[in-house]
C-alpha cells in the first residue's frame, strides 16, 4: 500500500468525491490537508455527512445509533482522531468481559478468545457453553501437525479462500463454531459465518490458519508475539468517543469546510460519464468537470454511475447481498432487570435464536460516561441477512417484540421507559469466499476502462472504522 504520507506526485486539477460516509469524508480530508494544490469536491445524496455513523439525543445523553467503538490495535482510527486532536477524549469501554446466550442462560465468555475460536481450553470448560464433548472435540486441533490436503488456505489476497464456518468446523468442530464463533462474527456484518469470507471478514483467522495447521496453536503464538510487543498489557482493545461516533464525522466536515472545500448536501450524482480530459458527473447543480473521481458510496450507487463507462464492473458490483438491521436503544430502570448488567452485552448462539433479539449491548455498562445507577440503557440488534421479519415491525412492535426476548434472557418485568429505533437498511454487505479477489479484479478493470475512477468503502475491503479509514486514505492517494 501507498505510504499515506508520500507527497510527491500530480498535485493539481479536480476529483469529485461522491459519498460524505467516514471513507469519502477520510478522502476529502486527506487530499486537503496533503494536496492543497487539489480542487476538491464533495457531494453527498443525504441532508447530513456520515453515512451509517450518527448520534442523537438518548435519555438524556449522547448516545450511539450506529458503531459506537473501534479497535484500538489497528492504527487508522486512532491516528485519524490524533490528527483531529481527539486523542485525549477517547474512552475505552469499562467493561470488557462479555456473555453469549446458549444453552438457556447468559454464559460468560471464557478468556482467551481470538475472534470466538478458544485458546484456553480449560476456560472454556468452565465456561458450560461448550459441551464436555465440544471441548474434547475442540482439544483434537492441538494434535494435528499436518495441512489438511490443498495446503494452507486463504492468503491475504483472498487465493484459496473459504468461509469462516468451513476453517473453524473442520478445525474445532460444529459446537465451538456455532456457539462462540458465529455469533461474534455474525454479530459484525448480521450475515451467516458459514457463508462469511475468512480473507474478508477475519483475517486473524485467515493469517493463523496459514501459519499452522493447528488453529489453536497459530492463535496462541499471535497472542504471544502481541503481548511481547505490547509494552502495557492492559492497553485497549476499544476506543470510543464519550459525546459519540459522530463527533469524528462532524469535525471532518468542520475542517474541511475550513479548508474551503464544498460539501453539498442532498445533492446526488446521478450519472458519470467519461471526457476527453476525464470526467463529467451529473448533479442536481449541473455537471461538474473532474479529473478524477471518488466512489465512496454503497455498492448499488457505485453500481449505478458505473452502468456506463464499466459495465462489467457495474454488474459485479450489483451482485453483492446487504443484510438490513435494527438498533433499538432502550432505557430500562435496573430494578426490573433479573440479570446483573456486568459485562459489555452478550451475543446470541446459532444454535440458540430468539424470536427477534440478535445481541444485546449494555450500553450503561460498557461505557462509564453513560452510567447511571437508576436507569439502564441497552443497545439492541435486531435483523439479519435473509430475514427482515424484524425489520417489517412497526417501531411499537419491534420494541415489544424485543422487550419479550429480554424477559427471557435478562428478565425484564416492564417496559422500557424511553425507546429509539433506527433502521439500517441494506447497510452491511456480506463478504463470501473470493471476496478480496474479485474486489481486486475490480479495481483491475477499472483502471483498464474508468481510469481515474476508485471505489473505496465497506462494500469492498472490510467493515468497521478503520477499514474504511485506511480505504479513505488509500483513495486519496491514488486521485492525488
Not at 23 to 34: D, E, M, N
Amino acid at each position: 500500500m501507498t505510504d499515506p504520507t508520500d507527497t510527491t506526485g500530480p498535485r493539481s486539477g479536480r476529483v469529485v468525491v461522491i459519498g460524505a460516509g467516514i471513507t469519502g469524508l477520510t478522502a476529502a480530508f486527506t487530499l486537503a490537508t496533503r494536496h492543497p494544490g487539489i480542487d476538491v469536491t464533495v457531494l453527498e445524496a443525504a441532508d447530513r455527512v456520515g453515512g451509517k455513523i450518527l448520534t442523537t439525543p438518548f435519555a438524556g445523553r449522547p448516545v450511539d445509533c450506529g458503531a459506537d467503538a473501534f479497535l484500538a490495535r489497528v492504527p487508522e482510527a486512532r491516528d485519524l482522531c490524533a490528527e483531529l486532536g481527539l486523542s485525549d477524549v477517547l474512552a475505552s469501554p469499562a467493561e470488557r468481559s462479555a456473555l453469549v446466550w446458549t444453552r438457556g442462560a447468559l454464559r460468560r465468555l471464557p478468556a482467551g478468545l481470538v475472534l470466538g475460536v478458544p485458546t484456553d481450553l480449560d476456560a472454556l470448560t468452565s465456561s458450560g457453553i461448550v459441551s464436555p464433548a465440544g471441548v474434547e472435540r475442540a482439544r483434537l486441533d492441538l494434535d494435528v501437525t499436518e495441512w489438511p490436503e490443498g495446503g494452507p488456505p486463504a492468503d491475504p489476497d483472498g487465493r484459496g479462500d473459504m468461509s469462516v464456518g468451513e476453517l473453524v468446523r473442520g478445525r474445532l468442530g460444529d459446537e465451538v463454531f456455532e456457539r462462540l464463533v458465529a455469533p461474534l462474527l455474525s454479530g459484525v456484518n448480521a450475515g451467516d459465518a458459514d457463508q462469511l469470507s475468512v480473507a474478508a471478514g477475519a483475517g486473524q483467522l485467515a493469517g493463523a490458519a496459514r501459519a499452522n495447521p493447528s488453529l489453536i496453536t497459530a492463535l496462541r503464538a499471535q497472542a504471544k508475539a502481541a503481548r511481547d510487543a505490547q509494552a502495557d498489557p492492559d492497553a485497549p482493545v476499544f476506543y470510543g468517543l464519550p459525546v459519540g461516533t459522530q463527533t469524528l464525522t462532524d469535525l471532518l466536515l468542520s475542517r474541511l469546510t475550513a479548508a474551503g472545500v464544498p460539501v453539498h448536501l442532498r445533492c446526488p450524482a446521478t450519472a458519470l460519464v467519461r471526457t476527453a480530459g476525464g470526467w463529467s458527473v451529473t448533479t442536481p447543480l449541473g455537471t461538474i468537470v473532474a479529473d478524477r473521481v471518488i466512489l465512496a458510496t454503497p455498492g448499488p450507487v457505485a453500481s449505478r454511475l458505473l452502468a456506463g463507462p464499466a459495465p462489467t464492473v457495474s454488474s459485479h458490483i450489483a451482485e453483492l447481498d446487504y443484510a438490513s438491521v435494527a438498533m433499538v436503544t432502550l432505557a430500562v430502570r435496573r430494578t426490573a432487570l433479573g440479570h446483573p448488567i456486568d459485562a459489555s452485552g452478550f451475543l446470541v448462539a446459532k444454535t440458540d435464536h430468539l424470536p427477534t433479539l440478535t445481541a444485546c449491548s449494555w450500553a450503561s455498562t460498557k461505557w462509564a460516561h453513560l452510567a447511571d445507577p437508576d436507569v439502564a440503557i441497552l443497545r439492541v440488534s435486531a435483523g439479519r441477512f435473509g430475514d427482515t421479519a424484524a425489520l417489517e415491525l412497526s417501531d411499537g412492535d419491534l420494541v415489544a417484540a424485543l422487550t419479550a426476548d429480554l424477559a427471557t434472557t435478562m428478565g425484564l418485568t416492564e417496559a422500557p421507559i424511553e425507546a429509539r429505533v433506527t433502521r439500517w437498511v441494506d447497510a452491511l454487505p456480506q463478504f463470501l469466499p473470493g471476496h478480496l479477489g474479485r474486489v481486486r479484479t475490480w479495481r483491475a478493470e477499472l483502471a483498464e476502462c474508468a481510469p481515474g475512477v476508485t471505489v473505496a468503502g465497506a462494500a469492498y475491503d472490510g467493515l468497521g472504522l478503520p477499514a474504511c479509514i485506511r480505504q479513505g486514505r488509500q483513495a486519496a492517494l491514488d486521485a492525488a
